[in-house]
């Protein structure tokens, strides 16, 4: 970690908000994967209904994305930040002690509930959480914090994943460490909520329109006025829906590709995860707080690369009657070194392309729209990663191999990169 990041973490203006932050972070998947695991384990009787469950849970959770992004932002630029965090952070706590008595009694609609509330408290929350760093920082230091929010995101979003789903034992009972667990992180943000300096009212006189749908297309349409932040925001949710991509096939390349044990799949997780954060907090000292776009491409590139060497790397065929491979066992072998090396540096690359994008989608913002911004970018995100999803599908019932959607993916990210520097980049 870099001097300034060092710097950045003693400041009362950042040190609060970037704790509350990576709680807010842990606790949504810490909670969501306990649920899932909870529901797989204990409360399905049968295969069929818990992937029907898993299922409604992720639509459940991006659902207050859609619906509610506009009104958050609204509020969010209307109302000091601060004391709107501090309500988000009270919310929570309701909402995890209500998760935690469908945890304790076994009610999956309860667990349903909450859910759908810790999407809803993320709704309301991320929109501000980038937001507010204008306001509490000098623009020398908004790379170097955007860096630091985006790699704690990615680091609580890994750590939420494991101990919520170690939460969940074999045997019914140990539920109970789920709900400490998420009760006590809930209460963590609470407090660290409450040192977050006040902000002023960007917009004060700003009349909150509490009809989603018009709210959202008014939000949309102003927004998409800005020849500056639409380039932005289309790259950043084209990152999000990389990440979709790649974690949604993670799991099946594991096993059926590569013929590898969960604790495989555990380390490639970590290595994604710990890649972009590496790449989030790199990229501050090789621009050196400089708040510019031009390496942006460079960035996506080199992602391109090593998304195909992911690929090429992959075994052609395998026996899949093989029994699965130990991560001891994996690793003993010198050309499996080569797979988790371009994870790590997709994901690396990752880290340094997006987050210049969200510095940048800060600084040119109008600071009566920031947040409003931040939300209309959430909505895209959203809707690309859907769209991940969605591409996911199409290529599964076309057949196509699993290293061979990476290749497609670097291909599509090719296209991109020279899209945004159309866009963008070259008429600058």
Known sequence: MDVGAVDLLKKRTFFPLFLTQFFGAFNDNAFKFAMLTQISYHLSTSQGQSERYQALASALFILPFFLLSATAGQLADKYNKATLIKAIKLFELVLVTIGGLGFYFSQTWLLMVTLTGMGLHSTFFGPIKYAILPDHLPRQQLLGATGLIEASTFIAILLGTILGTLSIGGVKNTSVYAIV????????????????????????????????????????????????????????????????????????????????????????????????????????????????????????????????????????????????????????????????????????????????????????????????????????????????????????????????????????????????????????
Request: overall charge positive; aromatic content about 14%; charged content about 10%.
């Open 181 to 428: 667990l998420i009760c006590v992180v809930a209460l963590a943000g609470l407090i660290t909520s409450l040192f977050i300096l006040p902000t002023r009212s960007m917009v004060a006189n700003l009349q909150v329109n509490w009809h989603v749908w018009w709210a959202t297309k008014q939000m949309i349409r102003d927004v998409a006025v800005s020849k500056r932040v639409v380039p932005v925001i289309f790259a950043i949710s084209w990152f999000w829906l990389i990440g979709a991509v790649v974690l949604t096939k993670l799991p099946d390349y594991t096993n059926y590709v590569l013929r590898a044990n969960p604790a495989v799949f555990a380390v490639f997780l970590s290595l994604f995860s710990i890649g972009i954060a590496l790449g989030s907090i790199t990229i501050n000292r090789l621009l050196g707080g400089k708040i510019t776009l031009r390496y942006v491409p460079y960035a996506m590139l080199l992602l391109s690369l090593f998304s195909a060497d992911l690929c090429w790397a992959s075994p052609d065929n395998i026996d899949p009657s093989l029994a699965l491979q130990s991560a001891c066992q994996f690793f003993s072998q010198l050309a499996h070194w080569r797979i988790a090396m371009d994870l790590f540096l997709l994901a690396f690359s990752g880290g340094l392309f997006v987050v210049p994008l969200y510095t940048y989608l800060q600084v040119v913002s109008e600071s009566g729209m920031r947040s409003r911004t931040v939300a209309a970018n959430n909505i895209v995100n959203a809707l690309f990663m859907v769209a991940g999803t969605g591409l996911v599908m199409l290529l599964v019932y076309f057949q196509v191999s699993i290293p061979y959607v990476f290749f497609i993916l670097a291909m599509l990210n090719v296209v991109a990169v020279i899209v945004f520097w159309l866009l963008f980049i070259k008429t600058k």
